[in-house]
T-cell receptor
């Protein structure tokens, strides 16, 4: 079974609207971390937001927030007030256990923001 | 503070040759992980180094190897290059402590083309 599933290959949104990118994960380890990255066409992987499995509150970073539903094993990224510069690939990733920094990635969602 | 630096940015090699890629992590970070990104396979974990020791390894042939120096800089080497090794190679820098870290920052990547 895939550890990280991103079911939306592509998403379209209009500028200034909010958009939710879906991510579900699968792990039996009680200690894990969930990451979201943005990858523009240049290739660089830009860290957006992190959520730990023991965090009580949903993570937020500026216009990015993570809708963490632990029982459903989902960690959706919400981008508020989309901007043209948000057009990029978005990857959800998971780190399992302690003592390792290895990330397992989903296949990504291509987000296109139109004027 | 300086980010993660990968060199070179672009590389063209011939089948059968070998190549060495370099990654300098963020100052103070002791963990460096390497990933291969291709259109077909997505992002795949290669290996992780922590304090000069390989801590984790992905499912890649022995042609792929790496090492980490005392200053935490890491190199990865691919010998006997094949056309399928053409990819974007990304390295990630994190603190790498027992808790695994809540951050993982990537370099801009090295785009390797094998002809």
């Amino acid at each position: 079974a895939q550890k990280i599933t991103q079911t939306q290959p592509g998403m379209f949104v209009q500028e200034k609207e909010a958009v939710t990118l879906d991510c579900t994960y699968d792990t039996s380890d009680p200690s894990y971390g969930l990451f979201w990255y943005k990858q523009p066409s240049s290739g660089e992987m830009i860290f957006l937001i992190y959520q730990g499995s023991y965090d009580q509150q949903n993570a937020t970073e500026g216009r990015y927030s993570l809708n963490f539903q632990k029982a459903r094993k989902s960690a959706n990224l919400v981008i508020s007030a989309s901007q043209l510069g948000d057009s990029a690939m978005y990857f959800c990733a998971m780190r399992e256990g302690k003592g390792y920094s290895t990330l397992t990635f989903g296949k990504g969602t291509m987000l296109l923001v139109s004027p | 503070k300086a980010g993660v630096t990968q060199t070179p940015r672009y590389l063209i090699k011939t089948r059968g040759q070998q190549v060495t890629l370099s990654c300098s992590p963020i100052s103070g970070h002791r963990s460096v992980s390497w990933y291969q990104q291709t259109p077909g396979q997505g992002l795949q974990f290669l290996f992780e180094y922590f304090s000069e020791t390989q801590r984790n390894k992905g499912n890649f042939p022995g042609r792929f190897s790496g090492r980490q120096f005392s200053n935490s800089r890491s190199e990865m080497n691919v010998s006997t290059l094949e056309l399928g090794d053409s990819a974007l190679y990304l390295c990630a820098s994190s603190g790498g402590g027992q808790e695994g870290g809540t951050e993982a920052f990537f370099g801009q990547g090295t785009r390797l083309t094998v002809v």
